[in-house]
């Protein structure tokens, strides 16, 4: 699964998913644009990237400002003249009950962040990914088809969202030769909930649980999600297109029967 010559945008970089996502594709040889709004954590995830080789262009930019999106494509552009894959992945999850005062608050964050930004940099690297018979691969959720538990209604309402757009823009993109598909996890073991402002040991304490919800006993590491992204975004998925692939350990399987 070569990625030689490609160049491959990746949002949401600097932890997680994104950072295996982008050393992945380093290690494949591609040209990577990460991108990020921590400078300091962005910084390691190029360092494990450059040892591979690969040109490594850095955007610190937030996905929900209009001006940093526009950015993200156009340097990629001066930087590298094309886009062959991009990779949605940068999300947020925050809780609020829907009749709570700042509910909207938190439902515009989570949408603006999880779908309004994905649409916009679709949008904007279309024509490049048009050029380049490229595809996108959305990083999406077993939440856009399970409720979840009380209170994520947002982050669940946001990734359904995504995957509904994914399926609209592969049937517009399919006539021009591009792709676009989502990964759907569950419980993967990374920054997420300290992002949120969990500390540390109660965020290990949550992820060992949720192992409990799976059938196969165990969580991902974010490494499994970035392969079959990989996969997804090669040309060994060349008749993929418009499909959500849910990766999570058996946790829909076992969901109906442990609540
Ligand atoms: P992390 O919190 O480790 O990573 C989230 C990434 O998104 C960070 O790199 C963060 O970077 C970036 N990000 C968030 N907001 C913005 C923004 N406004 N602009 C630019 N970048 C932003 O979490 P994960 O790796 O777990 O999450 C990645 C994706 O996977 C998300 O879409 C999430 O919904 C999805 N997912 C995760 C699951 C899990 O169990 N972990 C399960 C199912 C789906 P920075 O703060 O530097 O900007």
Redesign the pocket.
Known sequence: MSFADKVVIV?????????AVGIKFAEEGANVAL????KV??KEVVAKCEKHGGKVLVLI????KNE?VKKIIEQTIKQFGKIDILVN?????RKAAVWDENAIDVFDSVMT??LR?VVHLTNLAAQHLIQTKGNVVN?????AVDAMSPEYFA?CTS?AGLDQFMRSAALEFSPKGVRINSV?????????E??LGVNKSEADSFWDK?KNWTTLDR??E?EE?ADLILFLASDKARSVTGSSYVIDNGCLLKRPYNI
């Open positions: 949002t949401g970089a600097s932890s997680g998913i994104g950072a991108v990020a709004r921590n954590k962005l930019a937030d996905v929900t940093d992945n940068a999300g947020i999850i962040t999880n930004s990083v999406s959720s077993i939440a982050y990734k759907n996890p569950g419980p993967v073991r990374t920054d997420f300290q992002n949720t969580i991902s974010p999600i």
